[in-house]
Nanobody
Framework: QVQLVESGGGLVEAGGSLSLSCAASGRAASTYVMGWFRQAPGKEREFVGYIDWRGGMTYYADSVKGRFTISRDNAKNTVYLQMNSLKPEDTAEYYC???????????????WGQGTQVTVSS
């Protein structure tokens, strides 16, 4: 079992930055691929990006590529999502998730955090 807790959400103006954290705990948490997803009201959960367990490989959705960066600190069992140049369309509940193999669909992730709200004002 892996437990995930996100933090760092909030309200930011368009063009601003925000950093989210995801603290992982549980058995071998640092060996999982960690993904970020988001879900806006009335929309399906959307893949944002993932990072492999070593932290050497990342993959992003086209909608955030060049603006968002995922990193991890395995010593702290924490994954980060740095979001720059935020747009109103980035407004959503953001979730971190864990899986054993790199994948960009929500159904491929076994463990999920509770989510943190990000609101970008225009």
């Amino acid at each position: 079992q892996v437990q995930l807790v996100e933090s760092g959400g909030g309200l930011v103006e368009a063009g601003g930055s925000l950093s989210l954290s995801c603290a992982a705990s549980g058995r071998a948490a640092s060996t999982y691929v960690m993904g970020w997803f988001r879900q806006a009201p009335g929309k399906e959960r959307e893949f944002v990006g993932y990072i492999d367990w070593r932290g050497g490989m990342t993959y992003y959705a086209d909608s955030v590529k060049g603006r968002f960066t995922i990193s991890r600190d395995n010593a702290k069992n924490t994954v980060y999502l740095q979001m720059n140049s935020l747009k109103p369309e980035d407004t959503a509940e953001y979730y971190c998730a864990a899986t054993l193999r790199p994948i960009d669909v929500a159904s491929g992730y076994q463990y999920w955090g509770q989510g943190t709200q990000v609101t970008v004002s225009s």
